[in-house]
């Protein structure tokens, strides 16, 4: 009877948690107008117009382009919502409708104008090369045999593809965020960068060690207010903005934000052979850090209950003995274990709202990937598990009138599942571990998390380290709790 309850209070767990995460997610998933919430998309790694302030453990983005969206939506009458994801997410956000809006610093082009529609400009900005202080890089053709590092998908990107194609010899890097190109100038593995002038000013005064130029022939580029094609929000938004230019309140945001320094300095490269390790610089960020705890833990009890349930199933169609069923849970088994975790990932969180319509968040894409996955593996476990069962208690069973099911579920299962609890647990700190792989998506649980710190700071070793402790720290005490409970099942028998 124990067992039933250790089932049924999985189940009712797992229930419990879907319907948080779901709840969570009908905020999201929210598309049309007649609603009172607003999503917003950007990329916060761009400051001083989006980025994350983490001091004292606040996970919250802020900035110039945040304080507007809050203007606009609460002038429109809606609450906002705000996600994230890097710059080259942000157009297919909007093509799925996952978002109803993005500001991201973003400038409209023809290109993207075909895709996704744009307000009124609300600020203008100019390109400038950023480079070690002293390299004097002014213009285009100075980028002559450097390497250039840019952020992928933006137009600085493409504005550097024209200057490699007119100057032979440029080398482009792309990074998928701002802070990364800035460290790759600082560590020396690029030359220069291209970056919009009032982001470059932040990082030059907070980084003394660089300087920039503001390329002159470039007539600025403004951002605007992206939305997906047709939205019935670009009039509305282009009224408001209007008023905020009429009445001096985007005058008043750009003396907030683009008067102070909001870019944090970078840690200046060792010497060649030095070490440069100071933890007491993520002292302010640990906090921040260990709140993508919870969201870890979540993701892994979920994904390990309803893989074994999962798995459970699988493992009956294969031992049942109905040839097709078995042929299906066989080949669906050798898909998701022939294929590699982290393209499956993608391939839910991203191919779901095409092919369905349905707009699955990025933890839920997670979770369902990871049961699809780990009840491949378990299945196979419990495949095993069930087998090794001696054959006589079946028999006896059966000869006593026991009908199939009632067998399984009562006899031979409980056995099973207690002979294969060590591999279980090594499925779980498996999963636990690999949950870091949906940071990839946009989830900010305990890597993202550091990885969010690092950026910000431009230290990658302290925050990662730190992560890595965490880590450590759970499954050692996932181990702990899996041997006492082993133990105990041990004494019971
Ligand atoms: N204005 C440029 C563009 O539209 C760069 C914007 C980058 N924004 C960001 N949040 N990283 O391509």
Known sequence: MKKKKIWLSTIL???LVISIIGHSN????????????????????????????????????????????KTLAQKLGFKLQIMESDFNGLIPALQANRADFVMAGMTPTPERQKNIDFSIIYYEAKDTIVAPKGSNLKQPQDLLGKKVGVQLGTIQEQNAQKIAKKFAGIQLKQLNRVPEVVQEIKSGRIDAAIIEDTVAKGFAQAN?????????SEEASGSAIAFPKGSSLVEPFNKVLQQMKND???????????SQN????ALSTPAKGGLNLDFTRILPDIPFILRGIPLTLLFTLLSV??????????????????????????????????????????????ATPQLTGYDISALQAGVLTFTLNSGAYMSETIRGGIQAVDKGQSEAAMSMGVPY?????????????????????NETIGLLKDSALVSTIGVVEILRSAQIVGANKYIYFEPLLFAGLIYYVLVMGMTLGA??????LRESE
Do not use: C
């Not at 009908?26 to 983490?54: C, H, Q, R, W």
């Not at 985007?250 to 934000?257: I, M």
């Not at 041997?483 to 105990?488: D, G, I």
């Open 26 to 69: 009908s905020l999201k998933a929210v598309s049309s107008l007649g609603k009172d919430t607003l999503t917003m998309i950007t990329s916060p790694d761009y400051p001083p117009y989006e980025f994350y302030d983490t001091k004292g453990g606040d996970r919250q983005i802020v900035g110039f382009d945040i304080d507007i969206a």
């Open 305 to 350: 209950s309803l893989g074994l349930i999962w798995g459970t199933i699988l493992s009956l169609l294969k031992i049942i003995g109905i040839k097709p069923l078995t042929w299906v849970a066989n080949a669906y088994t050798s898909v998701f274990r022939g294929t590699p975790l982290l393209l499956q990932l993608a391939l839910v969180y991203y």
């Open 13 to 15: 767990v797992v229930a």
């Open 248 to 258: 001096g309140t985007l005058n008043k945001l750009v003396a907030k934000w683009f």
């Open 262 to 265: 909001t870019a944090e300095p």
């Open 405 to 425: 099911w009632l067998m399984m579920w009562d006899v031979i299962l409980p056995q099973a599942l207690k002979n294969i609890l060590p591999a279980l647990v």
């Open 483 to 488: 041997s006492a409970l082993e133990r105990r």
């Open 208 to 216: 003394p060690d660089l300087e920039f130029n503001t390329i002159p």
